[in-house]
């Protein structure tokens, strides 16, 4: 779990109740989002405009990335086999992390959102996850409760049908 304020991460065990810190809070770090894939653990940075990826065994930081300068709440991550993607629920875009072997990253990218996915006022993308076969990005739309699934080559949204459900 993660600390908004400081960026400090806990990890527990859930059977035992047991834990510790894994990695120490800093000022001016935050952790929001959190994704596990392969031993690493990234980790979105909200207001920061940086993510993180650290060695999830040891706390070792692997890599930090400044996704923008600009306003932002970098708010959610996946993994899939070929990337970290990350939510921003201030600006339509995803930033992407490739992935270059076993814990080597690749520059930053920005993936510029489009199709039904319509920013709004407030907080809009959230919540990410990834098909199976890393195909297509699944993201949630806090303020409208909308669901879309993204391709993460082109971020060309279409809205997911929930049969008038909102989430």
């Known amino acids: 779990v993660g600390s908004i304020p400081t960026g400090t991460i806990y990890r527990g065990n859930l059977r035992t109740g047991q834990g510790s810190i894994l990695v120490p809070g800093e ?17 979105a940075g909200g207001a920061t405009g940086e993510a993180a990826a650290y060695d999830a065994r040891t706390g070792a930081e692997l890599g930090r990335f400044e996704l923008t300068a600009s306003e932002t709440f970098v708010n959610d991550v ?3 086999h070929e990337a970290a993607y990350f939510t921003d629920s201030v600006n339509p875009v995803l930033y992407k992390v490739p992935l270059n072997g076993a814990k080597g990253f690749g520059e930053v990218e920005t993936i510029p959102l489009s199709g039904d996915l319509v920013y709004e006022q407030g907080f809009n993308a959230n919540g990410i996850d990834a098909t199976p076969n890393g195909r297509s990005l699944v993201v949630v739309q806090s303020n409208t409760g909308e669901l ?9 949204a279409a809205e997911i049908d929930l049969g008038g459900e909102t989430l």
């Open 27 to 43: 000022d001016g770090r935050s952790a929001i989002g959190l994704y596990l894939r392969r031993g690493v653990l990234f980790v």
């Open 148 to 156: 879309f699934e993204v391709d993460p080559l082109t971020g060309i």
């Open 78 to 80: 996946v993994a899939t």
